[in-house]
C-alpha cells in the first residue's frame, strides 16, 4: 500500500514538473532572445556609426572603448532615473506636490544627462576630430530615427 503511494507521488510530481516547467522556461527565453535582440542592434550601431564616421583603425581603437563607456553610464544613469520616478498615473492625476516633485526628478535628470554628454564630448574632441564628433552625434540621432521606423513598421506589419 505504502509502495503505490510512493509511486502516484513521483508520478504525479513528474507530471507536475512537465506541466510546470515551460512555464518556467518562457521568461528565459524571452530574457535570453531579449538580449540577443540587444547585441543586435548594438551590433548594427556599432557598424552604422564606423561607416559614417569612416574610423581609421587608430581612431577606432581609441573611439571604441570610450564610447562603449560613455553609452554604459548612459543607461546607468538612464535606469537610475526610471526608477526614481516610476509613474503608474497620469501627471494630471497628481497632486500638487507630487507634481514638484517629477518636475525636479526630470530637471534633474536633464541635468545629469547633460553633464555626462558634456564629460564625454571632450574626451571624443581628444581622439577625433570635430567633424567627426560632429558626425558622431548626427550619426546617433540618424541610427535612432532609422531604428523607430523600423519598429513603427513591424508593429504596423503584425496587425496586418
Known amino acids: 500500500m505504502k509502495n ?13 514538473f512537465l506541466i510546470i ?3 518556467i522556461a518562457q521568461p ?6 531579449s538580449e540577443e535582440h540587444k547585441e543586435r542592434i548594438q551590433s548594427m550601431k556599432i557598424a552604422f556609426i564606423t561607416e559614417r564616421l569612416s ?3 587608430d581612431e577606432a581603437q581609441e573611439f571604441w572603448p570610450v564610447y562603449n563607456q560613455y553609452q554604459k ?10 526608477g526614481e520616478m516610476r509613474q503608474d498615473r497620469r501627471v494630471e492625476e497628481l497632486t500638487e ?11 534633474g535628470r536633464i541635468e545629469e544627462t547633460a553633464e555626462l554628454k558634456r564629460k564625454y564630448h571632450e574626451k571624443f574632441m581628444e581622439i577625433l576630430p570635430v567633424k567627426k564628433v560632429a558626425l558622431l552625434y548626427e550619426a546617433e540621432k540618424d541610427f535612432n530615427r532609422r531604428l523607430f521606423r523600423e519598429m513603427r513598421r513591424r508593429q504596423r506589419d503584425r496587425r496586418e
Open 21 to 23: 516547467a515551460p512555464s
Open 28 to 33: 528565459m527565453m524571452g530574457k535570453q532572445k
Open 97 to 107: 506636490e507630487e507634481a514638484a516633485e517629477y518636475a525636479e526628478c526630470e530637471i
Open 4 to 16: 503505490k503511494q510512493f509511486i502516484r507521488i513521483i508520478v504525479f510530481t513528474f507530471l507536475a
Open 55 to 57: 574610423l581609421t583603425t
Open 73 to 82: 553610464e548612459l543607461n546607468e544613469l538612464r535606469a537610475k532615473h526610471a
